[in-house]
């Protein structure tokens, strides 16, 4: 076998290795990468961090721990933000039945971090609730678009005594009437119930904005670009954003729209995006590095056969 | 309005009781009675006769939402008000039909669950009992599945009441409540996120693999690819970007701005990537419009309104 | 407070909200027209699909072979209109194969697609005289879950080793693991993916991919039933029309925003109301295109109906749904 036709056809098991070993070095070498925020993050940043205190955000929460890399971060740094600013949370699954075990879950995790910082944890009732999952995304979407009283009726949550009420007597929802009462409807998917709602719930008069994973990222940016969303994270370079803006905010220069915006210098803000965003640096280095070895040992082979 | 559609209404009437009565579990167990009933109808129903009805439960099932979509809507509708005249009198039964009509489908999405599990285990029992190739992971998945149920409705039950509450402090949690994590999130999540992993392998397996320059049409796709895999790592959009300021001066009005990385890649994505998308888009929902009236309309042979 | 609004205008028909309805029906009208051109006996043109030219192929290097054949009719939970195409095919599939005596897998992920399947896939057989050769443990159900289902099927193809793979409908994260894993025994595969964000991957591993509305032609260039045909040639017509709408829009954009055009604008558009801009003139923004506006309905807040209330109505205490 030549030189050419050995590059071209490196085994599998070889390549397979080589990506283990190059995904562990930032295991053990922390490295700091530079990065600039993309601007569908940071008008996503402007947009939560301009919704008013005590205000109530309704959260479409798709993801499971499959896409913890990226969905994870993203529902963490929107945690985060509505706990320190004391926005209020209502969250409904229609992707997956194991979603809102996962989102309050990754909430209790926080609240842990909270706990250790002598900061009050973020209540269920009072601050969050859950309305559970909802086994047809379609009729869901237009169910809240339509009457999300109607919608989540019927639905129950535990109080911090641990009776089961109906939702709209917490302080969460007790004042939505519709959907547009809530200030912005964010989706954190990664499947299509991104597309679902907003061909549902665009133009009911709540701002919509989404995270989503890097998969879906090429789908959900037209509808960012059209200015049907008012903020979009995507994939793991959309946590990184989020995280940096959450430590150092949006500075001027980053943004002509939003000028400045505060962060939360010193607070524990790194989280999956920090931590992994070198990883897929050397991990993309990889990729790029076997497919030009691939094409070097293309053009070998094609100049022995001339 | 006339009584049969009385249900659309939000008050008590013949067709719904109050939640944990006995009259409401009788007419359950009424509507059970009939809806089996019907179903052993249907199943005895003359062959000839199976195309009709298909075809008519399926034209009224759409006609529904056909209508809420074109119907004339009711204008700000207050909670408590009644209708002007006769077309706000269809207008708000529809209005008020569509939550019952959401819950059909989340009833209909309730019984898949219920069918799915007997399908696993029509399958499993079977490979066990007639002892097939690897029936023991036959075993293991219904062991898997019965452990998850009852441990997973025993954590539920803990939970609720006021000791419930305290259950959101690991610290407070019983054996159960750390078996049900423990298979939750030890091995079920962690199980998704180990196969949706192997796709990282995959990925490098198949770009080295498709990423070639063949022709004319596989070099646009390797150079576009390489462009926008390399503006997804900071390190290198920071170095190239902080190269086009070394040259422009950091000249906000240059035309060698056009040349960063975040513009080329932007570019890429809202020109070119966004509007093949969009155009793909359009076509799979006009596909999905037409699809969806051969369906409505049983126009479809074959799978739908076939022999 | 406006009481004297008719109520067949409806509150989606306010503003320019009749242009969404008003289209829809317009792409209906262009499928249904076609539909009946169709059927009075008009032969109408399809262009060449690859992938569908394939299947014949791909079912005999599998008979040749001796392998299987391996259908996946996507991810979806309920019989949409995607697993019904998607069923169509793997019955044109199924029919192929049972001609040449060749065993066939059907892999599904819920159990309503198991059960029509099963019933498709039999009636198949039924129809080409071959009934008693249907087995029925060739269709099964895997799982409902993703990666569950994605781990089944991977693990049936590399026991099975199936010849030739169709992966037709709803895919999403694991299409990948599919194509890689029908690629590393070797099979011929022929993909299509509803989601576009998955045709990449189905194109780097797949040998034929119907991408985009290529799947739901699939069906009337294989069978040529008229119904389908003429479907397909009404959803071109909607192409054209959609092209058209975005035609008129560039040039309409291009003459309010290009060069040459007014570029101070003295009167907005601000809850369904032209109203003269405050402050004074001011630059024009896309939003206050012509076209923008077409397809952008705006709600009049002071739009208020006065309807008699129900003596009987009772108003939920203290938040409570409805």
Same mark, same amino acid.
């Given at each position: 076998m030549s030189l050419g036709e050995k590059l071209m056809s490196i085994p599998k098991w070889v390549l397979y290795l080589i990506l283990i070993v190059v995904a562990s070095v930032p295991l053990f070498i922390k490295i700091p990468v530079p990065n600039t925020p993309l601007e569908p993050a940071i008008d996503l940043y402007g947009t939560l961090m301009n919704i008013p205190e005590g205000s109530t955000v309704l959260i479409a929460s798709d993801w499971t721990k499959s896409t913890r890399g990226e969905s994870n971060g993203h529902f963490d740094a929107l945690m985060k933000i509505l706990m320190r600013k004391k926005i209020k949370a209502c969250i409904y699954s229609s992707g997956d039945p194991q979603a809102p075990q996962v989102a309050r879950d990754a909430i209790g995790v926080?609240?842990?971090?909270?706990?250790?910082?002598?900061?009050?944890?973020?209540?269920?009732?009072?601050?969050?609730?859950?309305?559970?999952?909802?086994?047809?995304?379609?009729?869901?979407?237009?169910?809240?678009?339509n009457n999300v009283r109607v919608a989540f009726g019927g639905k129950t949550d535990y109080t911090p005594e641990g009776t089961s009420r109906d939702v709209f007597q917490s302080p969460v929802l007790k004042d939505i009437r519709k959907v547009s009462d809530f200030k912005l409807m964010m989706v954190i998917t990664a499947s299509k119930t991104s597309n679902i709602t907003i061909e549902r719930v665009y133009g009911k008069g709540v701002d919509l904005a989404m995270m989503v994973t890097g998969v879906m990222g090429p789908e959900s940016l037209p509808y960012y670009s059209s200015g049907q969303l008012k903020g979009l994270a995507v994939g793991l370079k959309g946590v990184y954003d989020l995280e940096q803006m959450l430590e150092s905010g949006i500075t001027p220069g980053m943004s002509a729209k939003w000028g400045t915006v505060p962060g939360f210098p010193g607070d524990s803000n790194i989280g999956n995006g920090t931590r992994y965003y070198p990883t897929l640096h050397f991990c993309l280095t990889l990729l790029i590095l076997a497919v030009i070895v691939g094409n070097v040992g293309m053009a070998l082979s094609r100049k022995k056969a001339a | 309005m006339s009584q049969l559609f009385l249900q659309a209404q939000p008050q008590l009437n013949f067709w719904n009781g109050l939640n944990g009565t006995t009259g409401l579990w009788i007419k359950i167990l009424i509507g059970l009675a009939l809806g089996v009933g019907l179903i052993f109808a249907l &199943?005895?129903?003359?062959?000839?006769?199976?195309?009709?009805?298909?075809a008519f439960v399926t034209f009224i099932s759409g006609l529904f939402y056909v209508l809420y979509f074109f119907f004339p809507r009711p204008i700000d509708r207050q909670p408590g008000e009644l209708p002007l005249d006769f077309v706000e009198s269809v207008s708000f039964y529809i209005d008020d039909a569509f939550g019952v009509v959401t819950d059909f489908?989340?009833?209909?999405?309730?019984?898949?669950?219920?069918?799915?599990?007997?399908?696993?285990?029509?399958?499993?029992?079977?490979?066990?009992?007639?002892a097939h190739q690897n029936w023991f992971f036959s075993v293991v998945l219904l062991v898997s599945m019965? &452990? &998850?149920?009852?441990?997973?409705?025993?954590?539920?039950?803990t939970r609720r009441g006021e000791a419930g509450a305290s259950l959101d402090d690991p610290a407070n949690w019983s054996a159960i409540n750390y078996t049900k994590d423990l298979m939750f999130d030890g091995l079920l999540q962690a199980m998704d996120a180990a196969m949706f992993s192997i796709i990282a392998f995959y990925i490098l397996s198949a770009a080295y693999r498709a990423f070639r320059v063949r022709s004319v049409e596989a070099t646009i796709l390797l150079a576009t690819a390489l462009i926008v895999i390399l503006s997804l790592m900071g390190a290198v959009e920071f170095l190239w970007n902080g190269m086009i300021d070394g040259m422009t001066g950091k000249d906000p009005g240059s035309v060698v701005n056009n040349l960063k990385l975040t513009e080329i890649s932007k570019w890429l994505r809202d020109t070119v990537q966004g509007a093949a998308i969009r155009g793909i888009d359009f076509g799979v929902g006009i596909g999905a419009l037409a699809m969806g009236l051969r369906l409505w309309l049983s126009l479809e042979r074959g799978t739908g309104g076939g022999n | 407070m406006l009481s004297q609004v008719s109520s067949w205008r409806g509150e989606q028909y306010l503003d320019t909200g009749w242009v969404p309805p008003a289209f829809t029906l317009l792409l209906c009208i262009w499928v249904l027209l076609n539909i009946r051109r169709a059927g009075t006996g008009k032969d109408l043109f399809i262009r060449r699909i690859a992938g569908l030219n394939a299947i014949d192929e791909a079912v005999g290097r599998a008979t040749e072979m001796g392998k299987p054949v391996l259908m996946v009719p996507g991810l979806s939970d309920t019989v949409n209109a995607i697993v019904v195409q998607a069923l169509n095919i793997f019955s044109y599939v199924a029919r192929i194969a049972a001609r040449f005596s060749n065993p066939i897998l059907v892999c599904c992920y819920s159990a309503p697609i198991f059960t029509v399947g099963q019933e498709v896939i039999r009636d198949v057989y039924n129809e080409e005289g071959l009934g008693d050769k249907f087995d029925p443990d060739s269709v099964r159900f895997i799982s409902d879950r993703q990666f569950a289902f994605a781990a089944g099927v991977s693990g049936i193809l590399l026991r099975e080793k199936a010849a030739a793979t169709f992966f037709m409908g709803e895919f999403y994260a694991e299409s990948l693991i599919f194509a890689e894993t029908a690629n590393s025994i070797g099979a011929i595969q022929i993909a299509s993916s509803t989601e576009s964000t998955q045709t990449p991957f189905f194109i780097a591993a797949c040998d034929y991919v119907l991408i985009g509305d290529e799947f739901y032609a699939a069906s009337a260039y294989l069978t040529r039933q008229p119904v389908l045909v003429g479907s397909l040639v009404g959803q071109d017509w909607c192409k054209l029309t959609v092209a058209l709408t975005v035609l008129i829009g560039v040039l309409a954009n291009t003459i309010q925003l290009g060069p040459g055009s007014h570029k101070m604008i003295t009167q907005e558009k601000r809850d369904a109301k032209f109203v003269n801009v405050e402050g004074g003139p001011r630059p024009i923004t896309p939003d206050d295109t012509?076209?923008?506006?077409?397809?952008r309905k705006q709600s009049d807040p002071e739009l208020v109906i006065e309807r008699p209330i129900d003596p009987t109505f009772v108003p939920p205490a203290d938040g409570g749904g409805e």
């Open positions: 926080l609240n842990m971090e909270r706990k250790a910082k002598g900061l009050p944890p973020y209540q269920r009732w009072n601050d969050w609730i859950t309305v559970g999952y909802f086994p047809n995304a379609e009729a869901c979407a237009n169910a809240i678009a | &199943m005895s129903a003359p062959t000839q006769t199976r195309r009709p009805i298909v489908t989340a009833i209909l999405s309730g019984l898949l669950l219920g069918l799915g599990i007997y399908s696993l285990l029509h399958v499993h029992v079977k490979r066990i009992i007639k019965f &452990m &998850m149920t009852i441990v997973g409705y025993w954590d539920w039950i | 012509f076209m923008s506006q077409l397809f």
